[in-house]
């Protein structure tokens, strides 16, 4: 069994793209630029968004974090978003989630300008994606095809069963998974509540990636042996034996799924610090796509 250490390739990761930003400071060239929208004071995001300005700090990028109050209107979010699409100075920006009930998370992510989408939220990038065209990958996913690529797991012609069907996750990765190339090219099932036999579906399943938000609901016995187990799930667990009174806990048994498996990712530490990295690699594809512009 080989552990698919997200936190090793995500600094690896951020070592090369810290070369690149080198040379573009030697060449004179401009650095990119990745902006923050955080509305409100929710705990987790403005944890998340403090990861992704110190990492932009590590690589030698620039970086804005913009603070908005929790009574903000939709149309002041609006026009700070139209704002950051014509200032050319931001090669990227992202709309921190969840926002607050006022506003319409739908209308404000259609609002971020396609190419300085570096979330792959955004429907024109999400369709370019679909057509196998060059484009955004939407961070997760994109740090799942990275962890794959570079342990040369095997997907073609493997059964990829996906649970959960979000936008973030699950749906970019059914797409991903089937396209021609590597990693791709395995016959793809996607799972979720309305699924019938779904235990039955993932006992038969090479490549798991399980994006649900259930604490261990994937089991060992679940599992075919030398399956791949891609963990995409997060959730705070109550532990009061915990330090910090709670755990963090993917959607897998880890201990005993980890028996069966051929690869799979640890939580915390897996799928996690690879959507910072991409993040940063989008918005480094993005500062180049704008150079060549």
């Given at each position: 069994?080989?552990?698919?250490?997200?936190?090793?390739?995500?600094?690896?990761?951020?070592?090369?793209?810290?070369?690149?930003?080198?040379?573009?400071?030697?060449?004179?060239?401009?650095?990119?630029?990745?902006?923050?929208?955080?509305?409100?004071?929710?705990?987790?995001?403005?944890?998340?968004?403090?990861?992704?300005?110190?990492?932009?700090?590590?690589i030698g990028f620039e970086?804005?974090?913009?603070?908005?109050?929790?009574?903000?209107?939709?149309?002041?979010?609006?026009?700070?978003?139209?704002?950051?699409?014509?200032?050319?100075?931001?090669?990227?920006?992202?709309?921190?989630?969840?926002?607050?009930?006022?506003?319409?998370?739908?209308?404000?992510?259609?609002?971020?300008?396609?190419?300085?989408?570096?979330?792959?939220?955004?429907?024109?990038?999400?369709?370019?994606m679909a057509l196998d065209?060059?484009?955004?990958?939407?961070?997760?996913?994109?740090?799942?095809?990275?962890?794959?690529?570079?342990?040369?797991?095997?997907?073609?012609?493997?059964?990829?069963?996906?649970?959960?069907?979000?936008?973030?996750?699950?749906?970019?990765?059914?797409?991903?998974?089937?396209?021609?190339?590597?990693?791709?090219?395995?016959?793809?099932?996607?799972?979720?509540?309305?699924?019938?036999?779904?235990?039955?579906?993932?006992?038969?399943?090479?490549?798991?990636?399980?994006?649900?938000?259930?604490?261990?609901?994937?089991?060992?016995?679940?599992?075919?042996?030398?399956?791949?187990?891609?963990?995409?799930?997060?959730?705070?667990?109550?532990?009061?034996?915990?330090?910090?009174?709670?755990?963090?806990?993917?959607?897998?048994?880890?201990?005993?799924?980890?028996?069966?498996?051929?690869?799979?990712?640890?939580?915390?530490?897996?799928?996690?610090?690879?959507?910072?990295?991409?993040?940063?690699?989008?918005?480094?594809?993005?500062?180049?796509?704008?150079?060549?512009?």
């Amino acid at each position: 069994m080989t552990i698919l250490d997200g936190k090793k390739v995500s600094n690896d990761i951020k070592d090369e793209i810290a070369e690149e930003v080198k040379k573009m400071k030697a060449n004179g060239e401009k650095v990119p630029h990745l902006a923050a929208v955080i509305v409100g004071n929710d705990g987790a995001s403005l944890t998340y968004v403090g990861s992704k300005v110190r990492a932009c700090e590590r690589i030698g990028f620039e970086s804005t974090m913009v603070r908005l109050s929790n009574t903000t209107s939709e149309i002041e979010l609006l026009d700070k978003i139209e704002e950051l699409n014509t200032n050319d100075d931001i090669d990227g920006f992202i709309i921190q989630l969840p926002l607050p009930p006022q506003i319409d998370t739908q209308k404000v992510l259609m609002a971020v300008h396609p190419d300085k989408d570096v979330d792959g939220f955004h429907p024109t990038n999400f369709g370019k994606m679909a057509l196998d065209m060059s484009t955004f990958i939407p961070a997760t996913p994109f740090g799942i095809l990275e962890l794959l690529d570079r342990y040369s797991v095997d997907t073609k012609g493997k059964h990829t069963v996906v649970i959960g069907r979000s936008h973030i996750v699950g749906r970019p990765m059914s797409i991903l998974m089937g396209r021609k190339g590597f990693p791709g090219n395995s016959t793809v099932t996607l799972t979720h509540s309305h699924t019938k036999n779904i235990t039955q579906i993932i006992s038969q399943a090479d490549i798991i990636i399980s994006a649900l938000g259930v604490p261990n609901f994937l089991k060992a016995e679940m599992v075919k042996d030398d399956a791949v187990i891609i963990d995409v799930g997060i959730t705070r667990v109550p532990d009061e034996t915990h330090p910090k009174g709670y755990v963090i806990t993917g959607d897998v048994d880890f201990e005993n799924v980890s028996k069966k498996a051929s690869f799979i990712t640890p939580v915390p530490g897996g799928v996690g610090p690879m959507t910072i990295a991409m993040l940063l690699k989008n918005t480094l594809l993005a500062r180049e796509r704008h150079r060549l512009s």
